[in-house]
C-alpha cells in the first residue's frame, strides 16, 4: 500500500528481518517492521504508534 511518501510492504514474518537488512544495504534507512497481523478482521489497516523506544 501506498502512504503519504512511504511504501507500505506486506509479507510472511519469516521473510521481514531478510528484507528490512535487503532495503537497509540498499540505501533505504527507514525501513523499519511495523507490525504483524493476528487474526481476520474488518478489512482495514490500523496502524497505531508503536509504545516501545526504538532500537
Do not use: C, H, M, Y
Not at 12 to 32: H, I, N, W, Y
Amino acid at each position: 500500500a501506498q502512504t503519504s511518501g512511504g511504501l507500505l510492504i506486506s509479507l510472511p514474518e519469516k521473510f521481514a528481518a531478510d528484507l528490512k537488512t535487503r532495503l537497509q544495504s540498499s540505501g533505504v534507512s527507514a525501513a523499519e517492521i511495523v507490525g504483524k497481523i493476528t487474526g481476520t478482521g474488518s478489512g482495514r489497516i490500523r496502524v497505531e504508534k508503536n509504545r516501545r523506544p526504538r532500537r
